[in-house]
C-alpha cells in the first residue's frame, strides 16, 4: 500500500506542478449583470425588479434560414416554433444551451483540456455514453442486441434517444390493455411471501375464507363487509382475508406487466404467482428504470409505478432527465433540501433584505420544459416524434432561464458539514450470534453551506452514511468484524476523482473481490472489477471526494481513507441498518451534482487521467487472480481545497469510544486468537490519528 | 466481435530491439515483483519510471485505431493465453505474446496457464498500448500467495464455535 501511496502523491504533486488548466469554464447560465454585452438586438434582459430574465419577453437571436442540424447550432422556441440558431450566439445573448445529445455526460466526465490546450480524455467517458445508449455493458463491451441497462438509479440516466425508443415502442404496444389497473390500485404494497413458504399461506387464506363464509352464511350477512360491521371480532380477520385476496389478485397484474416490459429474461425462470428470484430480479429492473429506492420488493412506490400507464412513467423519466440535463448546463445543486416546516433558509441580499434559497433545480428544469412545450406528456411524446433518432446525435437546445442568485460566482465560499447523527459503537450481537438492535432516531446528514455577505447559508442537505461494524479479512486469511468509522473534525477535500478506482487493500474478504462473468462464452470467475471501478458500482461510485489533513512544515497531507463518494447502494444510504466502511456516501446522481457544481464554482486545476501500474494477486482455491489497475482515475484538484467539518454526533449505548481490535464472527471456526490489526490500518477506525494508510472504504 | 491477433515471430520481435526487451524485463521484474511485496520506495520510483517509459502518453495527439498489449510471464514460461473460449494463442518465450485490438474496444478477461503453474486469472485494457507481465506462482509456492490459509486443527470439541475473542 506504502508502494501505492507513494505512487498516487507523486502523481499528484506531478499533476499540481505541470497541469495548471486554469479556472473552470463559467456556467452558460450567467448571473445578474454579468450577462454578456452581445451585439445583438435580442439580449434577454434581467428584470430588475424579480432578479430573472422573463422568457416570454425575450427575443430570440436570428435564426439561421438553413437548417443546418450540427454541433454548433441549437433550437430555440419562438412563438411555439422551433428554430436552429448558432449555439454560441445564443449564449452569448444570455440563453442557456441545454445539451440534448446522445453523446451527453456530465460536466466531471467531459473532455477537459490540459495547460497546453491538448484534450485530456476520461477514460470513463467512453463506457458512461454506452451504458446511457444501451450500446456497452459495465466493462465497455458491446451490450448483446435488445438488452437495456435501466443504470438511472445509479447515476447513468438514459440518453434522450434511448428515451424516444421507449415512448414509441410504449406508444404502440398493446399488452398493457389486458392490465387491470384497478387491481394494482387496490393494494397499496404486495406482502413477500418466500417460495417455500406459499403452498402453507394459500392453504391457511383459504381456510379463513371458508371460516368467514360460514360465519356470514350464519348471520346472512350480504357480504364480508357487513359480516364485518355485525360481527366487529370478525373485522380484523375480514380484513386480513381481503387483502390477501387482493394481493393475489395484484400480483397477477404485476407478472403481466413486468412482462409487457420485459423486464423478465428467457434464461430466469418464474414460476407464475411465486415471488420467485425472477420475479425479484424482474421487480428490480423495473425499480432502476424507474428510479425507485426500494428494495427488491413490491412496496409503496413500486405498486405506485407498477399502476402508471407506462407513458406516464416515460415521462418521469424524460423529467428526470431533462432536469439532469438543465442542473448540468446551468451549474446549480439547490434542491430544495434545505426546506424546513418554515420554508426555506434566508440569506440577506445586496439589498439588505431577506432572501430566500431557491429550488434552482425544480424551477430550471420546470421552466425549460415550459419554454420548450415538453411540460406534459403529449408535449414531450410530440417533441421526441417529429425528432429523428439521428437529431439527438447532436442536439442542443436554447432557453432563457430564470437569472442565478446574486450569490453565483466562479470562486463561492463553499464548505461541507457532516454530522454522524446517532453513533453506536457497541458490538450489534451477542456472543450466541443474536443481533440486537441500535436504533437512530438521527441518521447522519451531509450539509453544503455557503458564505455570502458574512453568513453562512444552506444550500443542500442530504442522508449519508458513517462507517459501522463490517467483515474484514486479517492477515490469518479468516474474516473476522472490525468497527470502522468515520473520522471527526476539520478535514479539507483537495481531490476529486471522476471514474474513481477503489484500490482494495489487503484485508478486503478475498469473496467479495470475485465474480462470474461470461467471458466470450465461457461461464467464469473473474476479478470483481465493477467494485473496484471506475464504474457506478465501484465502492468509491461515479465520483469522490478526498478527505485530508492538510499537511504542514513540509508533510504530505494526511489521508485517512475517508472520502464523500456516489454509490449504488442506495440501501446503505437509506435504510435505517446502512453503514459504510466509514465514507460518507451519496447517490451517485447527487454526488455527480455536488462535485460538478464545487468545480464549477470555486478554483480549480485539471490533472486528468492518473495512470498507475497497480498490480496486485491473491489465491482463490487453486487459482491465481491478479488485479490490475492502469489508472487511479481522473482527477480535479481545488486551489483551495474546500473545508470539511465532521460532527461527532451523539454517542449512543455504553461505549463510548470504538473497539480498535478484530472481533471473531460468531459461528466461524478460527484456528486461534485474532492476529493483531493490521498497523497500516489503525487510522480507519474511530478517527484514531496514529494510522497513515491509503487505504479505501 | 472482431479480433485482430498476431504473434510476432522471434525475428521480427529481435528487429523490433533487444533495448524493449531489456525495458520490459525491468518493468516486469520491478512492477510486479514491487507491487506484490509491498517493498521500498526506491524500487517503486524505478518501477514507476520503467512503467511511465513504456507506456505512451493517453492524451498524445495522433492515436492508431488499435492498440498492442504485450503480454508475457514472470519468469518467462511457454504459457497459454485464453480470453473466455477463445485462445489467443501460446507466449513464444524468450518473445511475448502480442495482441492487438480495436482501441477504447474494453477489457480483455484473461486466463494464462503454464505448465507447473498455478492459472493466472488477469485483465488487459484497450484504452491504450500497455503490457501485461505475470508472475507464476509454482504449485509447491501455493502457501506463498496472499489469501492462502491453513485450515483449522479438527476440534476436539466436535466444531462447536469458540466464543468471540473480543468482546468490550
Known amino acids: 500500500m506504502k508502494f501505492v501511496l507513494t505512487r498516487f502523491a507523486a502523481f499528484l504533486l506531478l499533476g499540481s506542478l505541470g497541469c495548471h488548466a486554469g479556472p473552470p469554464a463559467p456556467p452558460s447560465t450567467t448571473p445578474p449583470g454579468m450577462l454578456p454585452t452581445a451585439a445583438s438586438n435580442s439580449k434577454p434582459r434581467p428584470d430588475s425588479a424579480t432578479g430573472t430574465r422573463t422568457a416570454g419577453t425575450s427575443a430570440a437571436p436570428t435564426a439561421t434560414a438553413q437548417r443546418t442540424r450540427d454541433e454548433n447550432q441549437a433550437i430555440v422556441i419562438h412563438d411555439g416554433k422551433e428554430n436552429w440558431i448558432d449555439a454560441e ?264 433584505k431577506p432572501v430566500q434559497v431557491r429550488n434552482l433545480v425544480d424551477e430550471l428544469t420546470k421552466s425549460a420544459a415550459e419554454q420548450l412545450g415538453l411540460d406534459t406528456q403529449e408535449g414531450a411524446l410530440d417533441f421526441l416524434k417529429r425528432h429523428k433518432a439521428a437529431d439527438f446525435k447532436h442536439m442542443r437546445v436554447a432557453v432563457p432561464l430564470p437569472a442565478l442568485p446574486e450569490y453565483y460566482g466562479p470562486n463561492m465560499d463553499l464548505s461541507i458539514v457532516i454530522d454522524r447523527g446517532d453513533v453506536w459503537y457497541d458490538l450489534p450481537w451477542d456472543a450466541n450470534g443474536v443481533r440486537h438492535p441500535q436504533p437512530r432516531r438521527h441518521y447522519p446528514s451531509f450539509r453544503l453551506y455557503l458564505k455570502y455577505n458574512g453568513q453562512r447559508t444552506l444550500l443542500a442537505r442530504w442522508r449519508t452514511t458513517i462507517g459501522g461494524w463490517r467483515a474484514e479479512q486479517a492477515s490469518d486469511g479468516y474474516e473476522y468484524f472490525r468497527y470502522k468509522g468515520s473520522d471527526v473534525g476539520s478535514r479539507v477535500i483537495r481531490n476529486v476523482v471522476a471514474g474513481p478506482v477503489w484500490i482494495a487493500p489487503e484485508s478486503t474478504p478475498i469473496r467479495s473481490l470475485l465474480k462470474m462473468k461470461d467471458v466470450r462464452g465461457s461461464w467464469q470467475r473473474v476479478v470483481n472489477y465493477d467494485e473496484l471501478g471506475p464504474g457506478y458500482l465501484s465502492a468509491y461510485g461515479l465520483v469522490a471526494g478526498y478527505f485530508v489533513q492538510p499537511g504542514r512544515n513540509g508533510r504530505p497531507d494526511w489521508d485517512n481513507g475517508i472520502r464523500a463518494h456516489g454509490s449504488s447502494n442506495y440501501l446503505s444510504i437509506y435504510s435505517s441498518e446502512g453503514y459504510s466502511h466509514g465514507c460518507h456516501r451519496l447517490p451517485n446522481h447527487l454526488a455527480i451534482r455536488l462535485y460538478s457544481f464545487i468545480l464549477r464554482h470555486r478554483p480549480m486545476r485539471v490533472l486528468g487521467d492518473q495512470g498507475m501500474g497497480f498490480a496486485r494477486q491473491f489465491l482463490a482455491k487453486d487459482d491465481v487472480y491478479e488485479i490490475r489497475l492502469p489508472s487511479r482515475g481522473y482527477s480535479y484538484e481545488l486551489d483551495p481545497p474546500l473545508p470539511v467539518e465532521v460532527l461527532q454526533g451523539d454517542i449512543k449505548g455504553t461505549l463510548k469510544t470504538p473497539v480498535m481490535t478484530y472481533v471473531q464472527k460468531p459461528g466461524t471456526v478460527y484456528p486461534g486468537p485474532p492476529p493483531p490489526v493490521h498497523a497500516s490500518d489503525d487510522g480507519k477506525a474511530g478517527g484514531s490519528p496514529s494510522g497513515k494508510s491509503e487505504s479505501e472504504e | 466481435m472482431t479480433t485482430s491477433l498476431h504473434r510476432e515471430t522471434k525475428a521480427s520481435w529481435r528487429r523490433s530491439g533487444y533495448l524493449l526487451a531489456i525495458a520490459t524485463a525491468l518493468a516486469v521484474l520491478l512492477s510486479v515483483g514491487v507491487s506484490a511485496a509491498g517493498k521500498g520506495k526506491k524500487a517503486s520510483d524505478q518501477a514507476k519510471q520503467a512503467e511511465s517509459a513504456s507506456e505512451p502518453d493517453a492524451a498524445s495527439a495522433a492515436k492508431p485505431d488499435t492498440v498492442r498489449i504485450i503480454i508475457q510471464t514472470v519468469p518467462p514460461r511457454r504459457a497459454r493465453v485464453k480470453w473466455g473460449r477463445k485462445s489467443l494463442g501460446v507466449i513464444p518465450t524468450p518473445s511475448p505474446l502480442v495482441v492487438v485490438r480495436p482501441r477504447d474496444s474494453g477489457p480483455l478477461d484473461l486466463v494464462i496457464r503454464a505448465a507447473g503453474f498455478l492459472p493466472v486469472h488477469t485483465r488487459a485494457y484497450t484504452f491504450t498500448d500497455s503490457r501485461v507481465a505475470v508472475k507464476l506462482t509454482s504449485l509447491s509456492d501455493k502457501s506463498k500467495l496472499f489469501g492462502y490459509r491453513e485450515e483449522p486443527a479438527p476440534s476436539p470439541d466436535g466444531g462447536v464455535p469458540a466464543e468471540p475473542a473480543t468482546t468490550p
Request: hydrophobic share 35%; glycine share 6%.
Open chain 1, 89 to 352: 450566439a445564443a449564449a452569448r445573448s444570455g440563453y442557456t444551451i441545454i445539451d440534448f445529445s446522445d453523446d451527453w455526460t456530465p460536466f466531471i466526465f467531459t473532455t477537459q483540456k490540459g495547460p497546453d490546450g491538448t484534450d485530456l480524455p476520461n477514460r470513463y467517458r467512453r463506457v458512461f455514453i454506452g451504458l446511457a445508449n444501451d450500446t456497452l455493458d459495465e466493462d465497455g463491451e458491446p451490450l448483446p442486441a435488445g438488452e437495456k441497462n435501466y443504470l438511472e438509479l445509479y447515476g447513468i440516466p438514459p440518453s434522450f434517444g434511448v428515451l424516444r425508443q421507449r415512448f414509441l415502442a410504449n406508444r404502440q404496444q398493446t399488452c398493457h390493455a389486458s392490465i387491470s389497473q384497478e387491481k394494482l390500485e387496490e393494494v397499496e404494497t404486495i406482502a413477500y411471501v418466500a417460495p417455500d413458504k406459499l403452498k402453507a399461506a394459500d392453504r391457511k387464506t383459504e381456510r379463513l375464507g371458508r371460516e368467514l363464509e360460514s360465519a356470514r352464511a350464519k348471520s346472512k350477512a350480504a357480504s364480508l363487509a357487513e359480516l364485518a360491521q355485525k360481527n366487529p371480532s370478525l373485522a380484523a380477520k375480514v380484513k386480513t382475508y381481503e387483502r390477501r385476496v387482493a394481493e393475489k389478485a395484484a400480483m397477477t397484474e404485476v407478472e403481466k406487466r413486468l412482462a409487457c416490459e420485459g423486464m423478465f429474461k428467457k434464461r430466469e425462470r418464474h414460476r407464475t404467482g411465486v415471488y420467485d428470484d425472477a420475479m425479484r430480479l424482474a421487480v428490480r429492473r423495473f425499480q432502476q428504470k424507474n428510479m425507485i429506492y426500494e428494495s427488491n420488493y413490491l412496496r409503496s412506490k413500486t405498486m405506485d409505478a407498477l399502476a402508471r400507464p407506462p407513458l406516464a412513467n416515460d415521462y418521469l423519466a424524460f423529467m428526470r432527465v431533462l432536469r439532469e440535463r438543465v442542473v448540468d448546463a446551468a451549474g446549480v445543486v439547490e434542491d430544495g433540501t434545505v426546506d424546513g416546516k418554515s420554508g426555506s433558509p434566508t440569506y440577506t441580499g445586496e439589498s439588505g
